[in-house]
């Protein structure tokens, strides 16, 4: 009887190790499911940050984030890197499933303060608000190309945002996103 349990012991080690492969990709895929609704902020982030605060950061083709080149880089609160999705329109990185927030700047230096410096961010202060001229490494102002001059763009909800990130009002589910634009 003992040598059939190690008999059966030893198979169902072997069969294990044959399957792990397919038992960690198909625990990915899992982990990995995005929104799919393009009327929503929440399209190509990850199903559990849906209703929750998200910061999103893209970065041009040509000025790639060091880190961040490779699709869009999803972090939890936790600084923990929850998938990368590949599909998003561009690289960069989102941090998300943030609640309470109820004004932007805070918001935006604590998000990007859970990459551990990767999305450092600087700004100006002027007598119109906070001017954000670099996002994890990437000076706006010193972009150079067939274009007269460059900025980081906010956008609130999938729209150019009408303030700044000072005077920004959050609710719960709202999408940041930051990007480069151009004049």
């Avoid at 003992?2 to 059966?8: E, H, T």
């Avoid at 995005?34 to 929750?52: A, C, F, K, R």
């Avoid at 007598?127 to 460059?150: D, K, M, P, Q």
Wanted: with cysteine; aromatic share 10%.
């Amino acid at each position: 009887m003992s040598d059939n349990l190690k008999q059966l012991s030893v198979l169902a080690v072997i069969v294990l190790i044959l399957l792990a492969p397919t038992i960690r990709d198909a625990l990915k895929e899992e982990a990995a499911t995005y929104v799919n609704d393009s009327e929503s902020s929440h399209d190509g982030l990850p199903e559990s940050w849906n209703g929750t605060q998200v910061l999103c950061v893209l970065y041009p083709p040509d000025a790639p984030h060091s880190k961040f080149n490779n699709g869009v880089t999803m972090i939890d609160t936790d600084g923990r890197t929850l998938g990368v999705n590949a599909d998003f329109n561009g690289t960069g990185a989102c941090v998300g499933g943030f609640e309470e927030y109820t004004e932007g700047m805070p918001f935006f230096l604590n998000s990007t303060n859970v990459t551990d410096g990767d999305l450092d961010v600087a700004y100006d202060v002027s007598e119109w608000g906070s001017y954000v001229h670099t996002i994890g490494g990437l000076n706006a102002n010193e972009l150079t190309g067939n274009f007269s001059g460059a900025y980081w763009e906010l956008l609130h909800n999938g729209e150019i945002s009408m303030v700044g990130i000072d005077d920004l009002i959050m609710t719960e589910g709202d999408v940041i996103l930051w990007q480069i634009a151009t004049w």
